[in-house]
């Protein structure tokens, strides 16, 4: 979380609270023209790379999934998404923040990433427009 004395940082620290790190390889699902560029721009220059688009074929560390409520199905998807993922990887989950066109109900979420064995492990406000649910996947090791 952001404290209240960071807030004039701005999206400079999201690509931080999104756990970006330097060298990182981030690829960038469901782009439209309603993204957030400034989020997009703190992830490159945090990583050190453009992000690659949906037909890139390199193993990554990270998933940026921008969604909205009418994008379809959130399972198939997440199912898609997780086959260039790291075994460490995460997958972020982007969407409208709750009362903004195109946003999607938590549950949605959460049920989809059960289905498709994914575990959601933490949760972050991206910008003034959207939010971010990061999904990792659940490992043997974990069930307990």
Do not use: F, H, Y
């Not at 309603?34 to 990554?60: K, N, P, Q």
């Not at 998404?81 to 949605?108: C, F, H, N, Q, Y």
């Amino acid at each position: 979380m952001v404290a209240a004395g960071d807030a004039g940082k701005g999206e400079a620290d999201v690509a931080e609270r999104l756990d970006i790190e330097p060298e990182m390889v981030v690829q960038e699902i469901g782009w439209d023209e309603d993204v957030d560029d400034d989020v997009r721009a703190a992830i490159e220059e945090r990583c050190g790379s453009d992000l690659l688009d949906e037909d890139a074929d390199e193993v990554v560390d990270v998933v940026l999934l921008w969604w909205r409520e009418d994008d379809g199905d959130l399972t198939d998807t997440l199912l898609d998404v997780m086959t260039p993922l790291s075994d460490e990887g995460v997958i972020w989950v982007l969407t409208p923040k709750t009362g903004r066109d195109g946003s999607v109900d938590p549950a949605d979420i959460t049920e989809a990433a059960s289905t498709a064995n994914l575990a959601q492990t933490g949760n972050v406000t991206v910008s003034e427009g959207w939010k971010g649910t990061r999904l990792a996947l659940r490992s043997a090791k974990a069930k307990r």
